[in-house]
């Protein structure tokens, strides 16, 4: 069943000295309960602007439009006071860096009990205690690890905390902002696989974010591609990673690093700045395949599968326009990319 439904999502920020910078445009994103869906881009696409909005986490100077509905109810335009009633028990957010988000000088007990204690004033010390060892037990973390203080763990486990401090609200989504960054391979593999036991064992749809198409590959279950505030490739993990549709993700797949990888390959340039994107398709500054219409028009969105859309020229060639499917010329891109 749908548990979110994202639907016509803009997100500008608004810094008080200068330009408004277009970091969502126009997206539709679906979570259904229990599903699994990486979130996938290069660096500045606006994919924690997208996470955190559908959280109704985003800063004052973020404006958002559109509309987000989850479990039936409006996020957009939705007051403080009902968000926060919805945050913690419903949604959850994972950071990248667990050490900014535990305070020191507290004991992990601490941590679980003062996040209880402030979504259910019901429960007693020991029910508290006994959520609190359920959840961490749930990441690997055992009971005797309960008194200890965030120094004495390493980078994993303190991701494996963080992990189990929004757990234990028994959230029904959540979202995790790029939450292996940080750690080293092995370590990344052990999260990804308690993120999928959480999914499978709770229940809880999960939006994994994430610079790798690797990583979406084995975890999850759907991917979106961003590009430049853009969703524009959806599909099935495998579809998507095994024959990407939209030429970003497969500029992206071939730049994804694996331990088959024998040369490193990167998109040339890099992703626009979003005050001023490039007009029509945002990546034809950066595409091997441009054509002159992509530089003119905006690409439709055409369902190239089950469950699979990409906005892309090239899966609408009779509706380009005469002499438009000719390939951009090199000195347009370069001017483009200049521009
Ligand atoms: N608080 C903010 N104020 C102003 N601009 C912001 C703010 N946060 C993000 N942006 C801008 O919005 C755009 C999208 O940023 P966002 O952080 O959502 O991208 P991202 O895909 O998550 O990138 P990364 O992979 O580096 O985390 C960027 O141009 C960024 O500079
Ligand atoms: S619309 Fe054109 S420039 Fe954009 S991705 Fe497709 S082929 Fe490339
Ligand atoms: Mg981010």
Request: with cysteine; glycine share 8%; net charge neutral.
């Amino acid at each position: 069943m749908k548990l979110l439904s994202a639907r016509g999502v803009n997100v500008a920020y608004m810094p008080s000295r200068g330009q408004r910078i277009w970091a969502v445009r126009d997206v539709d994103l679906d979570l259904a309960e229990g599903e699994f869906v990486g979130l996938v881009g290069e660096s500045g696409c606006g994919k924690s602007t997208l996470g955190r909005g559908v959280l109704g986490l985003l800063p004052t100077a973020a404006k958002t439009a559109g509309s987000v509905t989850f479990a039936g109810q409006e996020l957009v335009g939705a007051s403080i006071r009902e968000l926060r009633r919805l945050r913690g028990p419903s949604l959850g957010l994972i950071f990248q860096e667990p050490m900014t988000r535990l305070n020191p000088l507290l004991r992990i007990s601490e941590h679980f009990d003062e996040t209880l204690r402030t979504h259910d004033r019901s429960l007693t010390k020991a029910q508290r205690r006994r959520r609190s060892l359920d959840a961490l037990g749930s990441v690997g973390i055992p009971p005797t690890r309960f008194d200890n203080y965030p120094h004495e763990f390493s980078g994993g486990m303190r991701q494996r905390i963080m992990i189990a401090l929004v757990l234990v609200l028994n959230p029904a989504m959540v979202v995790a902002d790029e939450p292996t960054t940080a750690l080293d391979v092995l370590v990344e593999a052990q999260i990804l696989r308690i993120l999928a036991d959480i999914k499978s064992s709770y229940d809880t749809a999960i939006l994994l974010i994430t610079h790798n198409l690797g990583i979406v590959a084995e975890a999850c279950d759907r991917v979106a591609v961003m590009y430049a505030g853009r969703i524009v490739e959806q599909g099935s993990a495998y579809d998507v990673t095994t024959k990407p549709s939209h030429p970003y993700s497969r500029e992206l797949l071939n730049s994804t690093i694996s331990l088959s990888t024998t040369k490193l390959h990167s998109i040339p340039g890099a992703p626009p700045n979003l005050v001023n994107p490039p007009a029509a398709c945002r990546f034809h500054p950066r595409c091997p395949d441009a054509m002159k219409v992509c530089a003119e028009l905006w690409p439709p969105t055409v369902v190239t599968g089950p469950a699979r859309r990409s906005e892309c020229w090239l899966h609408a060639k009779e509706d380009i326009p005469a002499g438009q499917a000719a390939p951009l010329e090199r000195e347009t891109l370069a001017a483009a990319e200049e521009a």
